[in-house]
């Protein structure tokens, strides 16, 4: 079976601060492991996704994973945030053609 | 138009009503999903389609009834619905592979619906 566990449903952060948002899996095949995010009023947008390779993968906004299977985690970061980085981030994992997703953890910018 | 678009964006609907969700893909995928995303729950995945097929139906209650008439198109028919379906119903598409692989899914804006 599959699960996505995001162990922070709110993190609040300032204005340029670094963020990391939690992720933690289980899984018994191999995986794909993928985050989005949603925007208020909006659908669920890519930002990044480990197939395979590298364990550092990094997509859009200016936003890294890494993917870490011992400790079955692929946890999100940023360096520097924005406020409008504020948004609803998801985790999901998707073992060939079907994506299970964590409940979510919105991320708020303060100024 | 490109992408995933769904109509309306938002629905207020009784329960005795009958109403459709509508989306359509321009991106060329073969497969089809429609989500439901209820607050602090995760998003539930209610129906797949593949090649206009069914492929899953998560224990999804009869009022809510999917139609795929083409690989670019698929409805969600809704009638007597309960309040507790008030939700954002997400469409996504993708490209599945016939030697498997992974699928990245293509999201809509979604419907927001409230069932008074």
């Known amino acids: 079976a599959q699960s996505v566990t995001q162990l922070d449903s709110q993190v609040p952060v300032f204005e340029e601060a670094p963020v990391e948002l939690r992720c933690n899996y289980s899984?018994?095949?191999?995986?794909?492991l993928f985050w989005y995010v949603q925007y208020p009023n909006q659908g669920l947008q890519l930002l990044l996704k480990?197939?395979?390779?590298?364990?550092l993968v990094k997509g859009i906004n200016g936003f890294e994973a890494e993917f870490n299977k011992s400790q079955t985690s692929f946890h999100l970061r940023k360096p520097s945030v924005h406020i409008s980085d504020t948004a609803e981030y998801f985790c999901?994992?998707?073992?060939?053609?079907?994506?299970?997703f964590g409940r979510g953890t919105q991320l708020t910018v303060w100024p | 138009e490109t992408g995933v678009t769904q109509t309306p964006r938002h629905l207020v609907m009784g329960m005795t009503n009958k109403k459709s969700l509508k989306c359509e893909q321009h991106?060329?995928?073969?497969?089809m999903y429609w989500y439901k995303q209820s607050a602090k729950k995760p998003l539930e995945l209610m129906f797949v389609?593949?090649?206009?097929?069914?492929?899953e139906n998560n224990s999804v209650p009869s009022r809510f009834s999917p139609e795929c008439p083409n690989s670019s198109h698929l409805f969600l028919h809704l009638h007597t619905l309960q309040p507790e379906d008030s939700a954002l119903y997400l469409c996504?598409?993708?490209?599945?592979?016939?030697?498997?692989?992974?699928?990245?899914?293509?999201f809509g804006p979604g419907t927001r619906l409230t069932v008074l």
């Open positions: 389609y593949n090649f206009k097929e069914q492929t």
């Open positions: 991106l060329g995928h073969n497969a």
């Open positions: 480990y197939l395979s390779g590298s364990t």
């Open positions: 999901a994992v998707g073992p060939l053609g079907r994506l299970y």
């Open positions: 996504a598409s993708s490209q599945e592979r016939v030697r498997g692989g992974y699928n990245e899914q293509f």
């Open positions: 899984s018994s095949v191999s995986v794909y």
